[in-house]
Structures are given as C-alpha cells and as structure tokens.
C-alpha cells in the first residue's frame, strides 16, 4: 500500500470517529433510548462532544511533540471544524427546538442564565476561528496575525469547561474531568513555551 493510500485511510478514520458520536445519537434518538427529555439529551449531548473534541484539538499539538510525530498536526484542523459542527447543532437545537426560535425567551436567557451566557461568548469567540480555518485565510490575514487570532481557543476552552460546570445539576465529576484535563494541556503549553525560550 502507497503512502497516499495509507493517508487517505487514515483521514478516512478520523472523520469517522469525529462523525461516530453523531450518527450514535441518532441512531438512539430514533430507537427512543434518549429518555423522558430528549430534547435536553440531544442539546447535551451534542454540547458534551463538541468539548471532547475541542479537547482532542488542544491535545494534538502536545501528542505530536511528545510521540515526535509532526505528522499528527495535520488533523487538527479537522478535528476542530467537527467539534465546532457540534457545538453548532448544539446551539441550533436549543434555539430552533427547544426554543422554538422564541428570540424573546432566548435574550432573557442568555441574561438571567450565567451558563448560557458564557456558552454564548464561547460560541460567538469560535465563529471566527472556523470561518479561519482554510489555507486561504491564512494568506489573508497573515500567518502572525492568523495565529494570534486562532490563540482565543486558550480561552473559549476554558469557558466551554465553565459552561458545562454550571449547567450540571448533580454530578459535577466529567466538567471538572475536563477542567484537569485542559489545565494539563495550558500547563504542558506554558511549559513548552518557557522552555523554548
């Protein structure tokens, strides 16, 4: 098997694990495996993977330097178009039917609701970094400007993990999961950085 071959093998599974979660859910939602409230289990749901991924996007930079395989920066961006796709129809079920498009109830929402609120900031932060995230918009911006812009991801992380924290009701055990997981992978960045320096 050639190198191209092996690679496009490779991609294929990468989109089919990013795609994986989605066709699940669907696949529960039409068997009516998504409980008494399936419409909060879908936005959850879809809210919960789009922070996995976005953490598996943070975890590709270190993982290729620590395994030494550069190679492995090159799903990144994939990586990160998906979680921001599920964070996406995450928000679009919550507005579209959950809530019906009631734009009314959505702005108090977003106001009374500190959850909401700063999943909304997260959202509105990320919307660039996917709209940027094609090599044509790199020559566009600039590479120093492009890089700086798409460094916001160190913030809308955290903010993702916040989100999550406070819309948990009972067991706060997978947002504070997460919260360790990006404190290790800022901490290993900061790391990084003082040690290049």
């Not at 109830?105 to 932060?125: Q, S, V």
Request: net charge positive; hydrophobic share 55%.
């Amino acid at each position: 098997m050639d190198r191209k071959a092996r690679e496009r093998i490779v991609y294929a599974a990468v989109w089919l694990a990013c795609l994986a979660p989605l066709l699940w859910l669907a696949w529960r939602g039409y068997a009516g495996e998504l409980g008494a409230n399936p419409i909060e289990a879908v936005i959850r749901k879809l809210g919960v993977w789009g922070l996995r991924l976005l953490l598996v996007g943070l975890a590709i930079s270190p993982a290729a330097r620590i395994l030494r395989q550069p190679r492995l920066i090159r799903f990144r961006r994939t990586v990160g178009l998906f979680a921001f796709s599920y964070i996406l129809l995450h928000l679009s079920t919550y507005i579209g039917v959950d809530q019906f498009f009631d734009w009314a109830a959505i702005g108090k929402d977003i106001l009374k609701r500190p959850y909401i609120t700063i999943g909304m900031a997260a959202f509105l932060l990320l919307t660039p970094l996917a709209a940027t995230s094609f090599n044509g918009a790199v020559r566009r911006l600039g590479p120093k400007r492009w890089r700086r812009l798409h460094q916001l991801i160190y913030l809308i992380v955290p903010m993702g993990v916040v989100h999550y924290y406070l819309l948990v009701k009972a067991d706060h055990r997978p947002p504070l999961i997460y919260g360790g997981i990006v404190a290790a992978l800022l901490g290993w960045r900061l790391w990084a950085a003082r040690k290049s320096a």
